[in-house]
């Protein structure tokens, strides 16, 4: 494995942090974050942070819940988005703030030992334990637990047990609901930050009663209630202060506990978070009430036993396991749990680039979703990968409205970002013009589809939203003169190309959505007339459309140089120049922060896998010649600036018999965020690379493929490893793939009977015949 900076001890189902060090505090808050696909708590201590100004960003996110603003455009035109939505930062439920004596705890001053803090990927519980021995010299030992209900988005909550260990006196806990609070301000990285012209979040009203305090807020633009609300629980309770500072968006309760030493005090909180995007406004309350009472009846252990069940399903579903390489396996599971708390799951909500952990790419949904993440929640939780094309769904009548604004009379068009279904992309050259991002939808689509066989859910929805989408393209393309269909003007995945004729991946991913459209509309015409009349009465489809589909499918223009037998990224990036990149500094990377967009735009570079993701979407339409071809080619001018990249790069690699260069680049994806390997992740992990962790031990190692609607296995051992082993849910089955050194061993855990192909080979497994192996 490459030299590296690794910070944490190579625990193959922890993540933990031995000292507490202000240089890598910003990050860690990301990798400590917890999450339940709505609510995500950065790993900001109860305490808060005292160091360097620019160290810590405190933060929490509800998934969907957002604030919008006007984009003011200098120069503007017609049908640019017009209005941004970022997900908020809301009000922070963590704060337990200790006082011992006048002495407030702060690991910054006086002296820490015995540190540790830790994230066990099988209870989901953020643990901390530490000794702190005041600058005046009274020591205590703090221990304290955290966590976000998997099973119950709206709670959170957090445990807190402290020790005097060389004196009696009076310790006072200091319980926090803090509602001034807000989002980070946009500065030169487009990555990170909002064009946000003030707060927020308005306070609407402030409620504090015994143990229990509330905020009431409405969000200034797009309108919503939000409620924050805590119930603190203190042993030995003292005396009780309510606080509420002068503009009253910070409550405080005050416990003042006569403290003796070695005897334990303990304080539980309870959180939750719930909104008018959920439910009626004069619900808010009351059901944040309801919620707390349960917790705190339960308490702290129950919430805890629960979450260990959750997880133990999870992993019970969907571990990775890999021997031989525990910094990998660390890798992975990491950024399993991390996809795990990130995504949402009412249909409602999706899965932001930075998930719930930080404020990198405002909280936004993108293609990212459905080409990179969708098949490890399709696999390994098929339940969730519906509810993302529920959330696709609930977004097609915006999607339509985008058509219209975009001049296209009939269709669909999905935003390239968003939370609420509206584009929110202000820079249409690498946003609006990604138009990509309709086939990549009804790619899921057929995958989701190909893989649960749910007629019912097609017949409801998913038909509706491929054909709908798929008359885009016949919309904005044309037939050129030698009578090949054309689609111009667009951006495909690679963003250091722009507005391009015939950008192969958008061609080839629109002919297969095409194709796709037509099949439905002949398939639901003949099987389910009047699922078909009614849909085609909801989109006002007139006779012959399909075969017009099916036309333009055919007569697709795939660029192809012969002379050089690779697939074009477009009509002019060969004929681009090359970039320079033996005189561009490193430092010049990532080249969007050094040069302008123009710059890059001219020359043959691309940021991410373009053509070479095509290659492995559409994998059965290439011979294995193309795919090296074209992979020696696109290596050579990619600079892997985007985090999406080398996870594609590393399945192409091990198909075309690259083994070395398919380990170099997948460790790149499976360590990406725990070495910071991008030096971004402070702002939040990145969830399109999580997910290609396990696209590249599944398709790139296990050679797994779908396309095609047969379910196909090409595994490979990496020279660094003993063995791998994968789980997939499929057509109601749960099959296991285990590779050694002997070969591999198919298992099939769950299900009456599947068939798959291994290395070209038929194998069938059945429910008496669980078990297939094949010699290496
Ligand atoms: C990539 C896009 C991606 C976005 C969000 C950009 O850097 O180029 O493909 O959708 O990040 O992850």
Known sequence: MQARNHRFPPDPWCLREDAPDPATHFLNETLFALGNGYIGVRGTAEEGW???????????????????????????AHALAKTNQFMLNVPNAKGIAIWVEEERFDPLQGRLENYQRSLDLRRGVLERSLTWTSPSGRSIALRSRRLVCLDNRHLLAFEVEVTPLNFSGTVRIVSSLDGAVQNLEAGDDPRIGSAVSGASLQLLSAEQEGDFCALVQRTRNSGFMLVSATLTEVDGKGTVEAQCSRDGLRLEQTYALPAVQGEKITVRKYACYHTSRDYPEDELLTRSCDVLEVALRGGFDVLAARQAAYLADFWQQSDVEIDGDDLLQQGIRFNQYHLLQSVGRDGKTNISAKGVTGEGYEGHYFWDTEIYIFPFFLYNKPEIARALLEYRWAGLESARRRARQMSHPKGALYPWRTIAGEECSAYFPAGTAQYHINADIAYSIRQYLDATGDDAWLRAHGAEIVMETARIWTGIGT??????????????????????????????MAQAHLEFAAAIAARLAGEFPEDYARIAQSMDLAPGEPEEWANAARLMLLPYDTALQIHEQDDSFLSKKRWDFANTPPGNYPLLLNYHPMVIYRH????????????????????????????DYYEAVTTHDSSLSSCIFSIIAAEVGYADKAYDYFMETARLDLDDTHGNTCHGVHTAAMAGTWLGVAYGFGGMRTDGGSLRFAPTLPARWQGYRFRIQLRGCLLQVGVNGAGTTYRLVQGEALQFTHHGKPVALTAAQPEHQEAA
Do not use: M, W
């Not at 005292?50 to 503007?76: A, C, K, Q, V, W």
């Open 50 to 76: 005292s160091g360097p100004g620019g160290t810590s960003r405190d933060g929490t996110y509800l998934n969907g819940f957002y604030e919008s603003e006007s984009i003011h455009y200098p120069e503007t």
């Open 604 to 631: 043959q570079v691309c940021k991410q896998a373009d053509v070479v993701l095509a290659l492995l979407l559409l994998s059965a339409r290439f011979g294995q010649d193309d795919k090296r071809r074209d992979f």
């Open 479 to 508: 037939y050129d003169r030698h009578g090949s269909f054309v689609i111009n003007e667009v951006t495909g995945p690679d963003e250091y190309t722009a507005l391009v004729n015939n950008n192969y991946y958008t061609n080839a």
